[in-house]
């Protein structure tokens, strides 16, 4: 399967600060990328849809001004948790996925553990 | 946002058991992707599947797109202590669009 890295895996800052975490598909150029967060023991729930070179779709109760997404080439997506408060904190996974022989499929990250003081 | 429905929630079984789970849908999809997620991971996919009634294995695993098209299976035969984690199903609706609506997810415990 295609390899997506995510940097940093961990992070922990203090409260009112910005933290940007990166996606990269190393070896898959993902038409779209998505961006997931993780509370602990429950599914992915998915926060926004990145296109290349397109503004992301946000889904319902996501924050486009808190979560920035910037999606600058077809194998590099960030997204920026902007005046994070300690509810921010979570596990946030992104994902590529594309076309590859003729079938879709979705590759993950590895995540990011984001930890809010 | 939405879910599928995926049962078990959770399951303890012997090591060399063989395991089942499940994801239903009231709505059909063209596409079912089995993830498996280790604590502290990002999903890792499994198998996929693209057409009613597929049966696909990788290795132990076995899983299914159900011939209505609104459900999926997954088997994992003998298992070891490191088949422990999470499974996820995954349904996309249309073909192109890479949304996917994700299961609940099984939490798998092995007892060796």
């Known amino acids: 399967g295609a390899v997506v890295s995510q940097h940093p895996s961990r992070v922990i800052c203090k409260s009112g600060t910005s933290v940007k975490i990166e996606c990269r598909s190393l070896d898959f150029q993902a038409t779209t990328m998505f961006w997931y967060r993780q509370f602990p023991k429950q599914s992915l729930m998915l926060m926004a849809t990145?296109?290349?070179?397109?503004?992301?779709?946000?889904e319902q109760g996501v924050e486009k001004d808190k979560f920035l997404i910037n999606h600058a080439s077809l194998t590099l997506s960030t997204l920026t948790v902007t005046s994070a408060h300690p509810e921010d904190s979570s596990f946030y996974i992104c994902s590529a996925a594309g076309t590859s022989g003729g079938r879709d499929t979705q590759y993950f990250g590895p995540g990011t553990r984001l930890t809010v003081l | 946002g939405q879910q599928l429905n995926q049962s078990p929630q959770s399951m303890f079984i012997q090591e060399g058991e063989d395991v089942s789970m499940n994801c239903t849908s009231s709505s059909i999809f063209n596409t079912w992707l089995w993830y498996k997620q280790d604590p502290g991971e990002g999903p890792v996919l499994l198998i996929a599947l693209y057409k009613a009634g597929e049966l696909t294995s990788n290795g132990r695993l076995t899983a299914q797109f159900g011939i209505t098209r609104k459900d999926s299976f997954l088997n994992i035969s003998a298992s070891i202590p490191s088949d422990v984690g999470i499974y996820f199903c995954?349904?996309?609706?249309?073909?192109?669009?890479?949304?996917?609506?994700f299961g609940t997810g099984t939490r798998l415990k092995v007892l060796a």
């Open positions: 995954a349904g996309q609706r249309a073909s192109g669009t890479y949304k996917y609506i």
């Open positions: 990145s296109n290349e070179g397109s503004k992301a779709t946000y």
